[in-house]
């Protein structure tokens, strides 16, 4: 630790003498608040304050109220200050005699004339002082006492030292001062005078000055910082009467120079002397020295000084930082362990920290933590209690509290604040350790903060005041506190903290000002005791700004009085203090805002005096922001006496005090300040304020948080103020209206739900079938999975497949999406365990595709279960495009895939367990109504609603431990408040959730069905009587369905003509059962029973009996034998008359009962297999809750929805307006947040849970479903109609008509795109044009015109230099800087900045002259090129000699300018390619400044032989047409000495127009863009699926050609505004300057060009929609078969233009213009072929030639080239026309105009005969044949 201490001893001395004060700095570079103009400083001061006040807090700073002695002063400060604010200036009374003949008798401060000036009327006699007004013009006045805004003026190297003031003189770092000159005394009467004491004129004589110069150099020369006020000091009085004030001149130079020593006591160590004091050194000390200071600890000094600061500053050092980083490596490394190295190492940290601005912010930041830090170590540190270390523990406090004061004067970091309260906090609690109750307070007072602690018994609490003596810190006085607050058994601890800076500066908002307080109390332990909502206030003072400003007003109350009140602030509390001449004064007061208020219209009135014991409670009228309704600014308080009947007037007097205060508390849970709980007492002055608070602090250590409450009551009192607070109640009572309403549609929903629950008997069953399969079809969830086609069914078991049966119902829809269908499928026996099942549908309707879910099939009999896994569609068009499939039955393995699991887990918690969700979607078979769900739903809201309006702004313990949790943070009163929430809000939701689900309905459906059914099929169960394997021919499936297809019952099933031997079928049938009636009679006795029989034919060790291969056997059984029964009913209807013979009627009938005799045997011989297992009945109902408990679930819904709606009423009116509506938005926000995100997340997480690890499949529960259609059972023909099925009526599509439905689907999409694509371009092509046109305006060529006519009035053809100097005096000027000041030519056209000439030349002798020509020309100058160009600097009239290394910082027009320099780019002129740089001067701001440039221009020959190129550039702005237009006007010769004028003229909109064309245009382009977004798409999957076959098409080229051309303008368009918005800025930041617009016009110009090659593209697509058209169709496919041929004569035509052209330009180009250049004689030739030719130009110079050249050409061009291209078209087009053939896209076309006829109604004649595809399309019988009750002749043989 020796070492240690040797580091931090250093530090402390070095800190020490670090400190200085505050400085105040010469504003040589502006700081950061000032702006620069002119040489000085502005400063716009927010402020308010009279004329001698703002000239005052100016002198503070070393400045003075700013003087505008030009237009370019007014401009800048006009554009500084706020137009809405009128601020001082520097004007006053002048003390010259002669100053009247300048502006009235007002002059600057400091004596100079007003020269410039811009009154708005004459100064008057006696005017004292002037100010600005709104449009900053000048206003002179007397009244120089009322407040306003104000400008200070720093003028550089000069500054003004006020008797008493302490400024000081600063050079940046690097430099030294230098005093020029400087007096004490007075100059001037207006400088640093009294505002007390008026200026006299006559004052000059008694007043003197010295010279102190000498005394400033001794005491400032060469140091960067000097505090001249100890120069002041030293000097006498020279103007006793009015002051006197010290007055510098100085400048700034380089140079420094820091000398460091290193000293122990008297004795010098070591010297260091360095030339840079801001560069880093060691400084070492020698062996040599350490031996001569021996061991041991010392004490060792670091001094560091020179002459460039002050004795003891060095500010450039930068070691503070460095000695920072080694204390706190030095604390972490050792810790302290007593009271004494903490105070030790405080010491030196609270050193550093002093000059705090010169630490980093990290640095501030660490020192911070680093007090923290020591505090805890003090804190936590184990000591005795003695004297001696109490007194260590608090002078270590001591210190610290001095650090955390040094680092509160300056930071304004949440960090620091944070640290520094931590670090107090700790340091009180240190305090308290060794501290005994009522021994007295310990207080610790330092510069800014004030620490005061005590501990105390609870009875001693409130017996006086709570404050700081001696010093102007609050007070606190704490009432009486109950004893369910503070502890009966301990002592209290009082902790109080005194700011007189705001630890929160960091939070702006709040406009806090004066003494922060902050009283808490606690136990022994540290833990805090809250002190809120108490009944009796707290009585807190808190001292006001010294200062500050108070209005008093003296009113006569003879009749009415008025006063002016200003309010600065609408939340603040208006402060009244009247003082009667009588008391008691009866009056009414009357406050208006902006208007003088009545009785009826006022924004408050009262009566005085009020209720009060002393004078200045009665007296006193305290209005806060709630009465004055939220209003600032001018108010108007009419003041009117109270008299008795007959008297007129009184005579009395009333003094008025105005102020305004407010008391504000620190929201630990808002972290901002707010009143909530406090407000202004009338104990308020002007010197304090008065806070009556009903809390200390919002702490709470409680394991349960208490709620906000609220009497019940105060229900009328509460409900009376919903006039001024409806929000909540209106809330709630538009809930209870809309949760009736959604009540009405869900019972609408519900019903509509019974008829979807029921299950479907098929139509097709065969009445006597009664093997029942129960099925459940579910539809998918995609989009477009509903079906209206018809859907047919088969299922394929493993001992026979069903009949096809269509899945219809005539009641409901069926197969909608989402939907789960059930039908009932009979069969005659049981088809064994299903293998799979077959599914297809005839493809008609609206909408034939269909998605299959699933499909589930339940054995009634057995209660066995298969599933169908489909997932896929039937549809012709989408999937595999069938609709015809067979799907095998699920595996367990199948079920349990996590892709099943999850979605069907998914969809049945939405539909089903999500509350809110499941109102829409409910599962109808579920007995949980939509209704139930409602309710339930608006319970729950409202519930949740009292939940958070319960303890919504509960204030937190900033003290409480923080839990975190990654990136999420909770308190433990933060989890509190949850759990409390959900035991009082779930419980109850829970109980009628599970009521309503558990119910059972009141009468089921299985019970009816019970009561109303009959056992008869319980008696007619039979035995099986046969065994497996017979050894016929003749199998019972064969015979059942020989006797099914001979019934004969009906005529139309066997028709005339036809004959059926029935006598030998039926022969048939009786071998069969005769022959297996014989096989068990030989097996077994007939006494035994089936059972018996069966038994012994069971294969050895079988582990299940065959009772389910009996019971299927005995199906078949009782299906032959109801089969007999009817045939023996059909024939003793029919009788003998109506066979052949009598004989085969009387055989038949034998027959049948003969065989009826041996199965009647069987089936009731023996009644059952197994009568214990067969007869077991399951029970009818499902277990639940009683039919009744659903009114105990409505009672409850009931309840709890209006006590929860009336206690969040009651809370709401409790709250105020604004803190309901806070809560309110808090409120819905959450809730959607919880329903649309947080749940939904949680269903989609336990699905994923489910799939994953239970994996488990949920079983459907058919139990509650009632059947719907006719149960057939046996009975006669006559009275039921057996179904006949037609074969083809239930079998799918052929193969040849799906692949036409497929046909047709395609050609039906292949319309509705074509359709689609042709309204979509529509559409695109008319955002585009808007576009384009939108980007133009018609003015713009009319703009364009006029100002090129305006300064091309004089321009000649052939122009000299004396020429343009003319021109330049002439036109240029006179349209340029004309009449009107700022518009060029008439006036329309703003000037933007100043115009610019920029002048091109090239180098002396920069060619070659030819040898024999060198005596007659001695110089050479060559044309302008890039290589040859001039660019070099110049002094006036081109001389080379002095200006080789002249500074490019000072313009000059004898400076080349680089083309960086100017921002510009190269310009293409008629003759060759410009560079952007070039010698450039500015002509302006007037006329005759540019009128003296020019002529210095032409008297130095600014222009001569060697100029190749001048450019005149401005720019003008047209309000009317809101365009800018940007000027080049060039003049450019090729070294012959003519210059020709070219000029170059860009029009551009910068501001868009506020008319609604804007806005339309606006909504073009963003449509526009939606449509790029739309082909992208498109193009992206086209791209996707041709892949590399993409881009060999043309038109798909086309299209990213444009989608790339429309994001290259959107990036243009982009670039052009920021450009724009750039060079604006420049603009107004230099107005008069040279405002570059090139960049933007360029841009501009670029986005033109895209937009037009755009316009150009989308229109040629066109061409690939015309495609459609059969003409258009066969002129496209001729030009492709004539592509090769027409690309070769395109080769030769090219050749030929190019050879004409080039012989044309050598042949004419030196005589005619029309072919000077290679490009002009190639447009000259091309016009040739269209026309367009001026023959005479050719012929008049050569005939011969002429005619022959341009004869040649149009033979060979027009008549033979461009006519055979012509022939080759045509023979293509004719060979296109016999070879032909018509595309699909024609027959796509007709469909779709026919498609479009037949929706308007309109007739179509199609051209095609399809009457024949119509008859022979799909054909679909939708009857079915039935039996006739009519008899029919049977023909037997």
Request: hydrophobic share 40%; net charge negative; aromatic share 10%.
């Amino acid at each position: 630790m020796c070492w240690t201490f040797v580091h931090l001893l250093i530090l402390t001395t070095l800190s020490c003498l670090s400190c200085a004060e505050v400085k105040t700095k010469v504003p040589v570079s502006c700081p950061d608040y000032q702006r620069a103009f002119g040489g000085s400083c502005y400063e716009f001061v927010v402020l308010q304050h009279s004329f001698f006040s703002a000239q005052a807090w100016c002198e503070q700073s070393g400045g003075h109220l700013a003087f505008i002695p030009n237009e370019e002063t007014q401009y800048f400060l006009q554009r500084l200050s706020d137009p809405e604010k009128e601020v001082w200036l520097g004007l006053a009374p002048s003390a010259s005699p002669n100053s009247a003949t300048f502006e009235g008798a007002l002059s600057w401060l400091d004596g100079s004339h007003v020269t410039y000036s811009n009154w708005v009327s004459s100064p008057q006699p006696g005017a004292a002082c002037g100010h600005t007004l709104r449009d900053f013009q000048w206003e002179a006045t007397r009244d120089c006492n009322k407040e306003l805004h104000f400008i200070c003026q720093f003028d550089s190297g000069r500054s003004i030292a006020c008797a008493g003031g302490n400024t000081s003189l600063q050079c940046s770092s690097g430099q030294v001062l230098m005093i020029d000159g400087g007096f004490y005394g007075r100059k001037n009467i207006h400088y640093c005078r009294s505002t007390l004491s008026p200026p006299t004129t006559s004052t000059g004589h008694q007043c003197g000055w010295v010279d102190v110069v000498e005394s400033l150099t001794a005491h400032c020369h060469g140091r960067q910082v000097c505090q001249i006020a100890e120069v002041v000091d030293s000097f006498g009085e020279p103007c006793p009467q009015l002051g006197s004030y010290l007055s510098v001149d100085y400048h700034c130079k380089d140079g420094t120079n820091v000398t460091y020593r290193i000293q122990s006591d008297e004795t010098l160590l070591l010297g260091l002397s360095v030339y840079r004091g801001n560069v880093s050194q060691n400084i070492t000390v020698t062996p040599e020295m350490m031996k001569q200071l021996g061991p041991g600890c010392h004490k060792l000094t670091l001094y560091a000084s020179n002459m460039v600061t002050h004795p003891e500053v060095s500010t450039d050092l930068q070691l503070r930082e460095k000695m920072l980083d080694i204390m706190i490596g030095t604390v972490n490394k050792a810790p302290p362990n007593s009271p004494e190295e903490v105070q030790v190492i405080a010491r030196g940290l609270a050193a550093v920290v002093k000059k705090g601005p010169e630490l980093s912010s990290s640095a501030q930041v660490e020192a911070s933590l680093l007090f923290a830090t020591l505090s805890l170590s003090l804190l936590n540190m184990d000591v005795n209690k003695s004297e001696d270390n109490i007194n260590e523990i608090q002078a270590a406090a001591s210190t610290i509290v001095e650090g955390a004061s040094n680092i509160l004067d300056y930071s304004s970091n949440r960090n620091i604040s944070d640290a520094l309260l931590f670090t107090l906090s700790n340091t009180q609690s240190a305090l308290l350790a060794f501290k005994d109750a009522n021994e007295g307070p310990t207080i610790i007072q330092q510069a800014h903060i004030s620490v005061l602690v005590n501990r105390v018994t609870p009875g001693n609490l409130h017996t006086g005041f709570i404050n700081i003596p001696n010093s102007s810190s609050p007070t606190f006085s704490l009432p009486t506190l109950t004893s369910n607050i503070l502890p009966s058994d301990e002592p209290v601890d009082v902790r109080m903290l005194s700011f007189d800076k705001n630890p929160f500066s960091w939070n702006e908002r709040g406009n806090i000002s004066g003494q922060i307080g902050a009283l808490s109390l606690s136990r022994k332990d540290g833990s805090g005791i809250p002190v809120e909502n108490l009944s009796e206030d707290i009585k807190i003072l808190l001292p006001r700004p010294v200062g500050e400003q108070v209005n008093t007003s003296v009113l006569d109350l003879g009749n009415y009085s008025t006063t002016v009140i200003n309010v600065p602030s609408a939340d603040t509390t208006l402060v009244l203090k009247m003082v009667p001449s009588n008391d008691p004064l009866p009056f009414k007061l009357f406050l208006g805002h902006n208007d003088y208020p009545t009785e009826r219209n006022n924004v408050a009135m009262t009566e005085m005096p009020h209720q009060g014991a002393t004078q200045e409670e009665r007296y006193t009228w305290l209005l806060d922001p709630k009465d004055l309704k939220g209003n600032n600014g001018v108010h108007y308080l009419v003041v009117r006496p109270i008299v008795g009947p007959g008297i007129k007037s009184i005579n009395a007097s009333l003094s008025i005090t105005s102020f305004t205060a407010a008391c504000r508390f620190w929201d630990e849970s808002l972290l901002d300040w707010s009143t909530f709980g406090c407000r202004v007492g009338v104990q308020t002055t002007h010197l304090v304020t008065q806070c009556l608070c009903n809390h200390l602090t919002f702490f709470g250590g409680s394991f349960f948080v208490t709620p906000n409450l609220v009497d019940p009551s105060r229900t009328a009192e509460l409900f009376g103020t919903f006039a001024e607070n409806p929000v909540v109640v209106c809330f709630v009572g538009s809930l209870f209206v809309a949760y009736l309403l959604v009540v009405v549609w869900a019972r609408r929903k519900d019903i509509q739900d019974t008829v979807k629950v029921k299950v479907t008997v098929l139509e097709d069953n065969e009445p006597v079938d009664e093997y029942r399969y129960l099925l459940s079809v579910s539809t998918g969830h995609r989009r477009g999975a509903s079906t209206s086609s018809q859907v047919t069914i088969t299922l394929l078991g493993a001992e026979g497949n069903s009949e096809p049966h269509h899945l219809t119902d005539p009641k409901k829809c069926v197969f909608e999406r989402g939907a789960v269908d059930v039908f009932l499928l009979t069969t005659p026996f049981s088809l064994g365990d299903l293998q799979g099942i077959r599914l297809w549908h005839n493809n008609l309707g609206s909408h034939p595709a269909w998605y299959v879910g699933n499909v589930m099939v339940q054995d009634i009999q057995t209660e066995q279960k298969w599933h169908f896994l489909c997932n896929s569609w039937l549809a012709i068009d989408i999937g595999v495009c069938s609709i015809d499939k067979v799907v095998p039955v699920s595996t367990e393995m199948d079920l349990q895939r996590f892709s099943n699991l999850f979605f069907m887990k998914t969809a049945k918690d939405f539909s089903d367990g999500h509350l809110w969700y499941s109102v829409i979607s409910r599962p109808p078979s579920s007995t949980f109504t939509c209704v139930q769900r409602v309710s339930c739903c608006f319970t729950m809201l409202l519930c949740t609603m009292l939940t958070s309006i319960m303890f919504y702004g509960i204030p937190t313990d900033p003290s409480e431990q923080t839990m975190d949790l990654g990136h999420f943070e909770f308190t433990w009163q933060q989890f509190m408040v949850g759990v409390q929430s959900s035991l009082i809000m779930f419980p109850i939701n829970i109980i009628i959730v599970s009521i309503f689900r558990n119910t059972r309905p009141r009468e089921t459906s299985c019970c009816k069905s019970k009561s109303g059914k009959t056992d008869a099929l319980e008696h007619n169960s039979f035995s099986q009587t046969t065994t497996a394997n017979m050894n016929v021919n003749v199998t019972l499936d064969t015979v059942i369905k020989t006797l099914k297809s001979n019934i004969p019952c009906t005529e139309s099933e066997f028709g005339p003509g036809q004959h059926v031997d029935i006598n030998a079928v039926l022969s048939v049938v009786e071998d069969f059962i005769k022959s297996n009636n014989k096989t068990v009679d030989t097996a077994q006795p007939k006494s035994q029973s089936f059972g018996n029989l069966v038994q012994p034919q069971l294969p050895e060790g079988s582990p299940r009996s065959t009772v389910e291969e009996i019971q299927k056997k005995s199906n078949k059984t009782q299906y032959l034998y109801r089969q007999l029964y009817h045939i023996d009913k059909e024939l003793s209807l029919l009788g003998p008359s109506d066979f052949p013979t009598p004989q085969s009627y009387d055989r038949a009938v034998q027959q049948v009962q003969g065989m009826k005799g041996l199965l009647e045997d069987q089936l009731f011989t023996v009644s059952c297999v197994n009568p214990d297992e067969t007869t077991q009945k399951k029970g009818c109902c499902h277990r639940g809750l009683p039919w009744w408990f659903v009114f105990v679930g409505w009672l409850l819904v009931i309840a709890s929805s209006v006590i929860a709606g009336y206690f969040t009423m009651l809370y709401g009116l409790k709250f105020g307006k604004k803190r309901s509506v806070s809560w309110l938005v808090s409120m819905i926000v959450s809730f959607f947040q919880s329903v649309l995100v947080i749940q939904p997340l949680k269903v989609l997480c336990l699905a994923v849970f489910f799939a994953l690890v239970i994996k488990k499949v949920d079983e459907e529960d058919f139990q509650n479903m009632e059947f719907e259609g006719n149960d057939r059972n046996l009975g006669d023909c006559k009275d039921q109609q057996i179904v006949r099925r037609d074969c083809s009526f239930y079998e799918p599509p052929h193969a040849a008509d799906v692949e036409k439905m497929k046909r047709k689907k395609i050609m039906d999409q292949k319309a509705f795109a074509l359709l689609k694509e042709i309204l979509t371009y529509m559409g695109f092509m008319w955002m585009l044009l808007l576009v384009a046109y939108g980007q133009r305006d018609p003015n713009a060529f009319f703009l364009n015109r006029h100002i090129r006519d305006s300064f091309c009035k004089e321009i000649s053809d052939s122009m000299s230099l004396g020429d343009v100097f003319t021109w330049a005096n002439t036109s240029l000027l006179s349209n340029l800087l004309g009449v009107y000041p700022g518009f060029i030519t008439d006036g329309n056209s703003k000037l933007v900045g100043n115009a610019r000439l920029r002048q091109l030349r090239v180098q002396r002798n920069s060619c070659q002259i030819a040898g024999p020509m060198l005596q007659f020309a001695p110089d050479c100058n060559a044309p302008y090129s890039w290589e040859e160009e001039d660019m070099g600097s110049y002094d006036t009239g081109w001389n080379h000699s002095v200006r080789d290394n002249i500074s490019t910082s000072t313009p000059s027009p004898w400076t080349y300018k680089t083309q960086s320099q100017l921002r510009a780019y190269p310009i293409w002129g008629k003759m060759v390619l410009y560079r952007g740089g070039g010698y450039v001067v500015e002509l302006g701001p007037d006329l005759q400044n540019a009128s003296s440039t020019l002529e210095n221009l032409f008297r130095n020959t600014w222009l001569d032989v060697y100029t190749r190129a001048v450019f005149v550039e401005f720019t003008v702005y047209n309000a009317n047409v809101n365009l800018f237009c940007i000027v080049t006007l060039l003049l450019e010769t090729t070294a012959v000495g003519a210059f020709q004028f070219h000029s170059e003229l860009q029009s551009v909109r910068l501001y868009h127009s506020t008319g609604g064309l804007h806005i339309f245009v606006m909504a073009a382009e963003i449509i526009y863009m939606l449509f790029i977004l739309y082909y992208m798409f498109l193009q992206g999957k086209l791209m996707k699926q041709q892949r590399w076959a993409y881009f060999r098409s043309k038109w798909n080229l086309l299209e990213l050609t444009i989608i790339s051309l429309s994001w290259s303008a959107v990036a243009v368009f982009i670039k052009r505004t920021l450009l724009g918005n750039r060079e604006m800025t420049y603009f107004h930041n230099n107005k008069h300057q040279f405002a570059r617009f090139y960049e933007t016009a360029a841009a501009d110009s670029v986005l033109q060009y895209l937009i037009a090659f755009l316009v150009l593209l989308a229109t040629f697509k066109l061409w690939h929609l015309l495609r459609l058209n059969p003409k258009m169709n066969m002129i496209t496919a001729a030009l492709q078969r004539a592509w090769n041929d027409i690309s070769s004569f395109l080769v030769i035509i090219v050749i030929m233009f190019v050879a004409y052209s080039v012989a044309c330009n050598v042949i004419y180009g030196w005589k005619v213009s029309s072919y000077k250049t290679l490009s002009d004689a190639l447009l000259t030739i091309i016009s040739l072929q269209i026309g367009i030719f001026n023959y005479d130009e050719v012929l008049d110079y050569t005939p011969v030639l002429g005619g022959l050249l341009f004869g040649s050409c149009i033979v060979l061009m027009t008549f033979v080239v461009l006519n055979l291209l012509l022939s080759v078209i045509l023979v293509a087009f004719h060979q296109e026309q016999i070879h032909h053939k018509p595309s699909e896209e024609e027959e796509i076309v007709d469909l779709m105009l026919k498609n479009i006829c037949i929706l308007f109604g309109i007739r179509y004649k199609d051209t095609k005969d399809t009457d024949a595809d119509e008859n022979d399309g799909l054909t679909l019988k939708n009857s079915r044949n039935t039996l006739n009750k009519s008899p029919i002749d049977v023909n037997i043989f």
